[in-house]
């Protein structure tokens, strides 16, 4: 936990990432050339959540990652790792018959099917080499601005430290974004119930399958182990979801949807699916950004409904631009920060003007209110 409190006189650092995901690896890689950066980060060691080793959810990357990747240094390292080029997307969205789209006709590529973990790992790795400094900590590490320094206190471990930046990467939790009282909002209450499928004999198929279904989306995916991945994506006030954490129910649920049961097999990797939060959180900005020296990156700034796939670009997207913005500001610019946030705000505009168009297609179900509530742009509520 966060919270406000007065710290002690701590060691200095020109940048505090906290979370060590992603977005805050990447950030941390981007910085540690020419500045000293410290990574927070709770458990440093793999957690795949109590799913099977080697692998989480979320795992693909668009082809235009690559640029992304090669401007950071990391092309080489990440396709050395033997991700899965993706092959074709086959969706059944707006009506009843496939629409298939070839990711070899995209310019940037086809992207990639990603063993997380890996990737995950390599982003991490790399920040070290860079001389990125990493520390775990444990609950009550409070966070204060005091001047023109922030001061972090890690009560648990007995460390203190202050620095010119703090980046808030941790997730959908945004720990420092609201332990500072910044406003966030959401869409809906979108959740994504997914689970693991054991390997199918013969199963060479890389596409990936998308499918509207009556009251929810389902994608399924074949990941570098051979596994598969199915995830259904409802509401979550749906009275179904509950039936739906058996793995198994699951799995014979998607078995209706023409699209999906050539491709599943006959039994899962765990008898307990995932529950996971997938609905669209922003952080609500202000004109100026929220504090002087505070950013905040992936999706503590802005979460994605997984319908977009870009979640994990936007990781390495925002990691960029706010290293970029950090490095001015450690120079002087004290605009740095509102443009950083100035941009995010663009982000967030078309992406939620393209998600509620993408949420209006399948008009065969528009009467039903899981799609009714999210063709809106509008009303999107306060968060915690």
Aim: charged share 20%.
């Amino acid at each position: 936990m966060i919270t406000g409190a007065r710290p002690r006189l701590a060691n200095h650092w020109d940048v505090i990432v906290f979370g060590a995901g992603p977005a805050g690896s990447a950030l941390a890689h981007n910085l540690a050339a020419h500045h000293r950066v410290l990574l927070l980060e709770r458990n440093l060691a793999v957690n795949p959540q109590s799913l099977p080793e080697g692998w989480r959810i979320g795992e693909s990357l668009p082809g235009a990652a690559a640029v992304l990747l090669r401007q950071q240094g990391l092309l080489d390292r990440f396709l050395a790792d033997g991700h899965t080029l993706r092959g074709a997307s086959v969706s059944v969205w707006e009506g009843g018959n496939p629409v298939w789209f070839d990711g070899l006709r995209d310019p940037n590529g086809p992207g990639w099917h990603l063993d997380r973990v890996r990737f995950d790992a390599m982003l991490r790795n790399a920040a070290r080499d860079e001389g990125v400094v990493f520390s775990a900590v444990g609950g009550g590490v409070r966070l204060l601005r005091a001047g023109a320094q922030w001061q972090v206190n890690d009560d648990r471990g007995g460390r203190q430290y202050t620095a010119s930046v703090v980046v808030d990467a941790t997730g959908r939790s945004a720990a420092c974004c609201r332990a500072l009282g910044l406003r966030r909002r959401a869409q809906d209450r979108l959740v994504c119930v997914h689970a693991l499928l054991a390997p199918k004999v013969h199963d060479q198929d890389r596409c990936t399958r998308i499918c509207a279904d009556v009251d929810g989306w389902w994608y399924s995916v074949r990941v570098p182990s051979g596994q598969r991945v199915l995830a259904y994506h409802l509401d979550a006030k749906d009275p179904a979801l509950r039936g739906l954490r058996n793995a198994q129910a699951l799995l014979l649920q998607a078995r209706h949807l023409p699209v999906l049961a050539s491709v599943l097999p006959d039994r899962v990797a765990s008898g307990t699916a995932q529950v996971r939060p997938a609905g669209s959180v922003f952080l609500d900005i202000a004109d100026g950004g929220p504090r002087s020296g505070f950013y905040a990156v992936g999706d503590a700034v802005l979460a994605f409904d997984p319908l977009s796939s870009q979640g994990l670009f936007h990781a390495l997207a925002s990691a960029q631009s706010a290293a970029a913005a950090i490095a001015d500001e450690l120079e002087g610019d004290r605009r740095a920060g509102q443009r950083y946030f100035a941009q995010m705000r663009d982000v967030q505009a078309r992406y939620r003007e393209q998600l509620a168009v993408t949420y209006a297609r399948p008009a065969h179900y528009g009467g039903r209110p899981f799609w009714a509530q999210r063709r809106r742009e509008g009303d999107w509520m306060t968060v915690a």
